[in-house]
């Protein structure tokens, strides 16, 4: 519509008719009226009763009346008087109500309008009520606080008679203004003034108060709104208190496009089918040249006299648009999307017999034979309540292609209007994470179809099939071998946990659902795959949450995280085949029984993020728990907030002992090493069957080793610790190595020397001052000689390394048992006081050149005697040996010790831990001498 206008003064004055005015305005009160009558005849019942008992409401205070607040409350409407059937309603609800009828001095409120897809084609029973309240500006601050709380009482008791009621207090002057209030999920708020209006104009029905003065300027006045309406005004053609001037709708701006479409796209996933509607107008909206604004085509029926309502029914307006719009662009496959959402939000069913006939029917039969739709896609659409999984992801897919060609409409706009843009930017950061983390696909990401396309997806009964090298895949019903091959999986997977988590997800999978399983797997069991559904359900509740604009304004973050272990997997099977069973008193599940066998062999991790995404990952093998840790460290390593976490085990085999094996492993780790891991250096280490596992950080980077066997790890065990870092093992490694016992003494700065007794050998265990620790093993002999000589070698070292470092002497080394108590198993720790060794018992030392081969560059000297490779040849070790053999007082044959050590070429800062390494390499050359 083009619209030519010369002087603004003399076109106003064109028209200015008393007679003209009146038709007009008893044009608009009767179409008014009629689309009131058309609300009613399509609302329910009790719908319909609020309907009419809102203007009474608001127009009296009266106690018995719902929203009662006090007398005080502002109340009476402009031109209003309740009608008899409005005061027998009010009587309904209560009796004690009695209709006072006075001249009020004042009117605090002004106008009551209903606005929105109400009374229009677009109107359902889900369809909420949105209304406008316009009050006067000089009311106080308290008399608002109490209209605010009267608003919000009706609201309630509207929710109590099952209707969705949001009524919306403003002004004249905000409304003109655009001063909306904020944003919400139900109010565009201030961003979208004019587009808020246009909708309100063609949409709006006056309950009662003023009219609006918008419908007495002509359409060919358009562009002179301003003028006009003051010169109704001022020369009295109207009376103000009779009209309310809310101002006109002129060029929409850039920013209200931008911001209607983000809007839009963020209700898109809580209700697409209307999203997709409002999406399309924006589009049309934001051509060049812009077309006129529905509300302006609205208007100018009416002064054409084309009052029929369906001409001017505001959903048609839209979609009559929208279709243009769309024919042009040759988008065919999206204006039927969208012809199938007008369809459904109508909430009708064509292809069903009425009780009754009724206008919106009517119409939109008019429509679907315009579309020449058959009756095939009707019977389709109205059974929308039985759709099932297939339906549901092929209309997901169209309506996905759909948003996400408007999200990129909207990147594209927002490149052009960079100025936008950054205005905006936090809310288009809410927009892309809402849209990637419900329509982006990403490996291991578990997809959910039903963007409340359908209302209920369950079966009753599933079957699951696994097919050891084809992975699994779900058919609906129960189903037997015999039926395989006749019916398409309603998906496939590699892995069983994610097939039912995406069934879960998408609740196909109820608690009511029977479940059937066929499998070519042995270890996989019906109830297994029960319990693992069940355990589903108890850990993440359906449905799923959806995320809050709150959670997708911060980085996402692991929410629940769910370990489901052995998953169809019998960690006993190899020695089953070879008809083996392991029994032991020691249960550890990561290292069970004397061989140590790990029971943990499949590891499936299924998590919620706050961004509601539900990922899964899968780890097998003796590697599943070492990559497990990595990837739990990567998932929570850049969050505060600790995850609930729950480990689940479903299996024939020790299942219980298992999942609290692992569950006390991840307790651990989240509560106590991953903190400590944010601030200082950790060395975390855990015994995995016969080896042991090493997660260690530095600078909060992890970094994971594994090792063979303890020999391996006793190596990693005796490199210093730097002062900072921190030593920790896993509670029940250190336990079942003594470890804990050891490491609890650990003083930096001080040695300590721990033994004990096992079987035929003696361990003799070395943590010095920098905390490395080192283990010799002697066979079992008598132990004094053997401490005696252990702690006079100790003071020997470290005394002239301390000397060579500048440094002051450590204290004399403290000695521990380590013993069981009263025929406890547990181990139990108890100093001893060691008397100094008498000289025979320590008159062997030793003298080397690091970094030169150990025979060719060792001397040993007994007492005042030296002996080398160099001097006394090949047999030097045993010539050594012999001599101490003699000095000694007693006959008995027990090993060769060492008490000295002097290692040339060696920093000054090493610690005495490489000394015990070397003595323990030249004692066992020496005692290999001996035997």
């Known amino acids: 519509m083009t619209v030519h206008s010369r002087d603004p003064h003399a076109d106003a004055d064109e028209g200015l008719d008393r007679k003209v005015l009146a038709q007009v305005r008893k044009r608009f009160v009767q179409v008014n009226r009629d689309k009131l009558e058309r609300l009613r005849r399509a609302a329910r019942e009790r719908e319909a009763d609020l309907i009419d008992l809102l203007p009474l409401l608001w ?42 009828r006075r001249a009020a001095l004042r009117r605090d409120l002004y106008a009551l309008f209903l606005m ?47 209707v969705a009621l949001h009524v919306y207090l403003m002004t004249e002057e905000q409304v003109r203004s655009g001063a909306f209030g904020p944003m919400s999920s139900e109010h565009s708020g201030s961003t979208q003034h004019m587009l808020l209006l246009d909708e309100f104009y063609r949409s709006a029905i006056l309950l009662a108060g003023r009219s609006p003065l918008w419908w007495l300027v002509p359409p060919e006045q358009h562009l002179n709104y301003a003028v006009y309406s003051e010169r109704l005004l001022t020369q009295r053609f109207v009376k103000a208190g009779e009209y309310i001037d809310f101002g006109n709708v002129v060029d929409i701006p850039a920013g209200e496009f931008f ?101 919106q029917r009517d119409l939109l039969q008019k429509l679907v034979k315009q579309w020449g739709w058959p009756r095939s896609t009707l019977q389709m659409l109205d059974q929308r309540r039985y759709w099932k999984i297939e339906t549901v992801i092929n209309e997901r897919q169209q309506l996905s292609e759909v948003l996400n060609q408007s999200a990129r409409t909207l990147q594209q706009f927002a490149r052009q209007h960079s100025d936008l843009a950054e205005q905006n930017q936090q809310e288009l950061t809410i927009l892309r994470r809402k849209l990637f983390a419900t329509l982006e696909k990403r490996p291991g990401k578990i997809e959910r179809h039903n963007l ?10 599933l079957t699951i099939v696994e097919r050891n090298s084809e992975g699994c895949e779900i058919l609906r019903g129960l189903h037997d071998k015999q039926q395989l091959g006749k019916e398409r999986p309603l998906k496939r997977s590699n892995d069983l946990i994610e097939l039912l988590a995406w069934t879960h997800a998408n609740e196909l999978l109820s608690r009511r659902t029977r479940l059937a399983l066929i499998s070519d797997n042995p270890a996989a069991s019906l109830a297994e795959a029960a319990t693992l559904a069940r355990d589903l359900f108890d850990f993440f509740p359906q449905p799923l949450p959806l995320a809050s604009n709150e959670a997708l304004d911060a980085p996402a973050q692991v929410q629940k995280l769910a370990l489901f272990i052995n998953v169809g997997v019998d960690p006993m099977a190899e020695l089953s085949r070879q008809g083996l069973q392991l029994v032991s008193s020691q249960t550890d599940a990561l290292a069970y029984g004397a061989s140590h066998e790990l029971l943990v062999q499949k590891i499936d991790l299924v998590w919620l993020t706050s961004w509601g995404e539900l990922h899964t990952s899968q780890f097998h093998g003796d590697d599943a728990v070492p990559e497990f840790l990595g990837k739990l460290h990567a998932l929570l390593e850049a969050q505060k907030a600790k995850p609930q976490v729950q480990a689940f085990c479903a299996s024939p085999i020790r299942a219980r002992s298992i999942a609290n094996r692992m569950q006390l492993v991840v307790d651990e780790l989240l509560h106590e090493v991953f903190p400590l891991a944010k601030h200082a250096p950790v060395r975390y280490l855990l015994r995995l069957g016969k080896g042991f596992v ?50 609890c003494q650990r003083r930096q700065g001080s040695l300590q020397l721990f033994y004990r007794r096992v079987l035929e050998r003696i361990d003799i265990f070395v943590l010095d001052e920098a905390d490395a620790l080192v283990l010799c093993q002697y066979p079992n002999t008598e132990l004094k000689p053997l401490l005696q000589a252990w702690q006079q070698f100790l003071v020997q070292v470290s005394d002239r390394q301390r000397r060579l470092s500048g440094l002051p002497p450590l204290p004399t080394p403290d000695c521990f048992e380590l013993c069981s108590s009263n025929g406890e198993q547990r181990t139990q720790l108890r100093r001893l006081e060691l008397t100094p060794a008498t000289p025979e018992s320590w008159a062997l030392s030793a003298s080397l050149q690091a970094g030169k081969p150990l025979r060719q560059s060792l001397q040993l000297q007994v007492q005042q005697q030296e002996f080398s490779l160099l001097d006394n040849g090949e047999d030097f070790l045993s010539q050594a040996v012999q001599q101490v053999l003699r000095l000694r007082q007693q006959p008995e044959r027990y090993p060769v010790y060492l008490s000295d050590l002097i290692i040339t070429d060696v920093p000054f800062d090493v610690s005495t831990a490489y000394f015990v390494r070397q003595k323990k390499q030249i004692e066992e050359l020496l005692n290999s001498a001996l035997n």
């Open 59 to 100: 127009h009296v205070n009266h106690p018995s009346l719902p929203g009662w607040v006090d007398y005080d409350t502002p109340c009476s409407l402009s031109d209003y008087t309740p009608t008899q059937a409005t005061l027998l309603a009010g009587k309904k609800i209560a009796k004690a109500f009695e209709y006072e």
């Open 116 to 162: 929105g897809s109400t009374g229009s084609l677009g109107h359902s029973g889900e369809s909420d009520l949105d209304v406008w309240l316009i009050y006067r500006p000089d009311l106080s601050h308290d008399a608002l606080q109490s209209l605010q709380e009267k608003a919000q009482r009706i609201s309630k008791y509207a929710e109590q008679q099952g």
């Open 259 to 359: 911001s209607g479409t983000l809007w839009q796209l963020n209700k898109s996933l809580d209700a697409p089918y209307k999203s997709v509607l409002k999406l399309a107008l924006m589009e049309v909206y934001a051509q060049l040249p812009p077309p006129p604004p529905l509300s302006l085509i609205y208007k100018s029926r009416i002064y054409h006299n084309q009052t029929a309502l369906d001409d001017l029914d505001p959903y048609l307006l839209i979609y009559h648009a929208v279709e243009r719009h769309l024919i042009e662009q040759g988008q065919l496959a999206r204006l039927d999307l969208i012809r199938r959402a007008l369809y459904l939000k109508t909430g009708i069913k064509l292809s069903q017999s009425p009780r009754v006939s009724d206008w």
């Open 452 to 461: 409340h396309i359908a209302p209920d997806l369950s079966e009753s009964a």
């Open 694 to 743: 090493e997660l260690q950080w530095e600078e909060q980077q992890l970094s994971l080793r594994r090792c063979a066997d303890i020999t391996e790890l006793m190596s990693w065990l005796a490199e210093p610790i730097t002062p900072a870092c921190e030593l920790i093992f896993e509670q029940q490694t250190a336990r079942a190595l003594d470890f804990d016992l050891i490491y």
